[in-house]
């Protein structure tokens, strides 16, 4: 999902009724992170743990206000591949930072909700992205292999988190960073037909 803008925009109104500047280069640093994690990188280490719960749930409160009012963009390729994923008998799921109540919203709204096995949310987890916990935990929910795995990911933490679960990955560039994945894009849309399957070649899959 093109989810940027509105979670930019979402953290950017939330930080300043607190009376913190955000800037875009802070915010796409963290993008991808969990919020506790993020929140004490902008407001340090000792920050309370009232004051973060607070300052997460009205960001998310606007977040899905946002998504609900405006939609929210399916970045070129990502629907179809879904849709031909699931028609090919691949086991999918979601394994998002995001609290459970925004992942419903957004696939409720794009209309995918019925293309995957399980999700994972934030709220499943107590290590955010880079650590491997939420794909470790989507994989063991739909029965897969770490190694027969592949992560989809536009963040950087995502990435590695994928790394450190011994997942294949698929990095999809929008900001010209670089990425160590295993295939990178610059959409899914460019992605061959076997591009799944290809990254499952020599690997050992369960009897």
């Not at 909700?113 to 107590?126: G, L, N």
């Not at 963040?155 to 011994?166: D, P, S």
């Amino acid at each position: 999902m093109d989810s940027e803008e509105s979670h930019w925009q979402s953290w950017r109104e939330t930080m300043a009724a607190e009376g913190v500047t955000l800037s875009y280069e802070e915010f796409r640093a963290t993008f991808g992170q969990r919020n506790d994690s993020i929140l004490r990188l902008w407001l340090g280490a000792d920050v309370d743990a009232a004051r973060m719960t607070r300052i997460g749930d009205a960001k998310e409160e606007r977040y899905r206000s946002l998504v609900r009012a405006g939609g929210v963009a399916i970045l070129p390729g990502a629907a179809e591949w879904v849709r031909r994923l699931r028609r090919e008998g691949w086991a999918q799921a979601v394994a998002s930072s995001a609290p459970r109540r925004n992942i419903e919203v957004v696939l409720k709204v794009v209309g995918l909700a019925e293309q995957f096995d399980a999700t994972v949310s934030a709220e499943d987890v107590e290590r955010g992205k880079p650590d491997p916990q939420v794909f470790l935990l989507a994989a063991s929910r739909v029965g897969a292999a770490p190694e027969c795995s592949i992560v989809v990911e536009d963040a950087a933490a995502g990435i590695e988190a994928a790394r450190r679960a011994g997942m294949r990955s698929i990095a999809v560039l929008r900001d010209g960073a670089q990425m160590a994945a295993d295939v990178v894009v610059r959409s899914l849309a460019d992605l061959p037909p076997g591009a799944f399957s290809g990254l499952l070649d020599g690997a050992t899959l369960p009897r």
